[in-house]
């Protein structure tokens, strides 16, 4: 496990190191979250790299990555633990057929650790496991009870579980919450983290990104494909492309051996960049011609 950053310079480089391009406020952010062992919560539209930060810190910091990935519906069986019944019932009648038959030693014997099963939240703060990066995705698209039970993991780095008794992190993890802002997390979230918006890069960061992750592309043609996606952004469209979307698009282009960017490649690579048939539909043709032409001029 490496040591955390010291300063602001050295978490930027730190994220950097593993293909992360972020700005100073970023970079300022999550220092601040790990300095000062508070959990960090990025908000944003989807594809501006929230997810990608947890992994570039758990890479980076040497820790192993424990993710929830919300979803309607989940529950604590699903995010923190759940104890095994099958076991349990085994142990029971092996207990019974071994002659005990007081049913306090029974419940004290099967409502141990043993029989706990840990789910990602339990597996974050388990003191014999080795310290960890906790992410926990899209929290937006989790049922709002379910932010209650967060609150104790996120102010205390610890789960109580009725019959058993609260497991408490050796070395506090790492927490990264991440939001798309479909609907809006609580305050008392909010409260317990540092808070982010991670935006649209501009144009000169967008590049140093595709430069990081496409290293293979042409410059005049990551050039090209950044101002085209620029000028995307300040479309009318029902979802924006974010950053993953650019560098698939740039790669897509490349293994058409493409040097520019051309009406006739673009047009047949919009669904590489673009994920609804009515986004298609309105930048096919003479838009996407009038970009190319911005694009090539600014490029």
Not at 47 to 66: H, M, P, Q, W
Not at 218 to 246: I, M, W
Request: proline share 5%.
């Amino acid at each position: 496990m490496a040591a955390l950053p010291q300063t602001v310079s050295e978490t930027a480089a730190l994220l950097a190191a593993g293909g992360y391009i972020a700005d100073r406020e970023l970079a300022t952010t999550v220092h601040l979250s790990l300095a000062m062992r508070r959990p960090l919560f990025l908000e944003g539209e989807p594809g501006t790299g929230k997810t990608e930060i947890a992994k570039v810190l758990a890479s980076g910091l040497g820790r192993r990555l424990v993710r929830l990935q919300c979803y309607d519906g989940m529950d604590l069986s699903a995010a923190a633990y759940e104890w095994d019944h099958a076991r349990q019932l085994m142990a029971i009648r092996l207990a019974e057929a071994a002659g005990v038959s007081d049913r306090g030693q029974l419940s004290s014997d099967i409502y141990t650790r043993e029989f706990l099963q840990a789910r990602p939240l339990l597996s974050a703060i388990d003191p014999d496991l080795p310290p960890a990066v906790l992410l926990i995705d899209e929290l937006d698209r989790a049922d709002e009870p379910f932010e209650a039970f967060l609150l104790e993991l996120l102010a205390d780095f610890q789960i109580t579980v009725p019959e058993f008794g609260t497991v408490r992190a050796a070395v506090p993890p790492v927490v990264v919450l991440t939001s798309n802002r479909t609907r809006e997390v609580h305050d008392a979230i909010r409260r317990r983290c540092l808070y982010h918006w991670v935006d649209y890069p501009d144009a000169a960061r967008e590049r140093q990104i595709l430069a990081a992750k496409a290293p293979d592309v042409a410059e005049k043609l990551s050039a090209q494909v950044v101002a085209f996606v620029q000028g995307l952004r300040g479309a009318d469209l029902f979802k924006l492309p974010g950053v993953a979307e650019t560098i698939d698009w740039a790669n897509a282009l490349k293994y058409l051996d493409s040097t520019e960017l051309a009406p006739g490649a673009v047009d047949d690579t919009l669904g590489v960049l673009l994920k609804y048939q009515d986004d298609i539909a309105k930048v096919r043709g003479a838009e996407a011609a009038r970009l190319i032409g911005e694009a090539s001029s600014a490029a």
